[in-house]
């Protein structure tokens, strides 16, 4: 089925671990995103790539690194996780940033992330 | 930075009641979108409505928008059990889409 994929859907972190969260489209979207979702809070953006090779910063960047080495995939990276990125996070994608803007996105399920 | 702020946060009716939710931002927009989030999964598009437009329709939805009061409002009529979960408007921001806190929306059977 086409769509985003995120991995993993569930985990559970301690505080100064890294990971790597996936996503993984399959619908040639140039333009990927990454959101956090916390209770009262709505979805904040913290990194988005307009294509292969081009990333660049969200309103909450900090503690995230980013990378796009290929149209389908763009994982989140925590290099060292704190209590306070924990989160649900989800990924978002469209053809294009200016169609994505005007025609809405794509989401992934989401991944919950606890650090304790 | 929050651009769309929804209102009520929570909203609990009985199915087959109409549902209204207001969403409000602050700056010009050249659209506005609503999205449907049920619980535990990610967010799907409902409906876009475009500047130059004041109200717009897609089977049981109907939204406006009122681009001097810079506000929005998404009615779900004749709603059912299916609909109850969060519902969102998002508007173009900086790099992507700005999205609001959201109305939780609970059906009573």
């Known amino acids: 089925n086409a769509g985003v994929t995120q991995t993993p859907k569930f985990q559970v972190l301690k505080t100064g671990q890294s990971m790597t969260l996936q996503c993984a489209q399959d619908m040639n979207h140039e333009y990927m995103s990454w959101y956090r979702q916390d209770p009262g809070m709505g979805l904040r953006l913290i990194h988005y790539?307009?294509?292969?090779?081009?990333?660049d910063q969200g309103e909450v960047p900090n503690g995230y690194n980013v990378s796009r080495s290929t149209t389908e995939d763009f994982p989140l990276r925590l290099l060292s996780a704190a209590p306070s990125q924990t989160s649900v996070y989800f990924c978002?994608?469209?053809?294009?940033?200016?169609?994505?803007?005007?025609?809405?996105?794509?989401f992934g399920s989401g991944t919950r992330l606890t650090v304790v | 930075s929050q651009q769309g702020e929804e209102d009520p946060q929570a909203l609990s009716i009985q199915e087959g009641e109409n549902a209204t939710m207001n969403c409000s931002y602050k700056?010009?927009?050249?659209?506005l979108q609503w999205y449907r989030q049920n619980s535990g999964r990610g967010l799907v598009h409902l409906i876009l409505i475009r500047s130059n437009e004041r109200e717009k329709h897609s089977g049981r939805l109907r939204v406006t928008l009122d681009t001097s009061k810079k506000s929005s409002s998404l009615l779900i009529t004749a709603s059912r059990a299916a609909d109850t979960a969060s519902y969102f408007c998002?508007?173009?921001?900086?790099?992507?889409?700005?999205f609001g806190k959201g109305t939780h929306l609970i059906i009573q059977p």
């Open positions: 790539s307009v294509g292969a090779g081009i990333t």
């Open positions: 700056t010009s927009i050249n659209n």
């Open positions: 998002a508007t173009p921001g900086s790099g992507g889409l700005t």
């Open positions: 978002a994608s469209s053809y294009s940033a200016t169609r994505g803007l005007n025609y809405g996105y794509t």
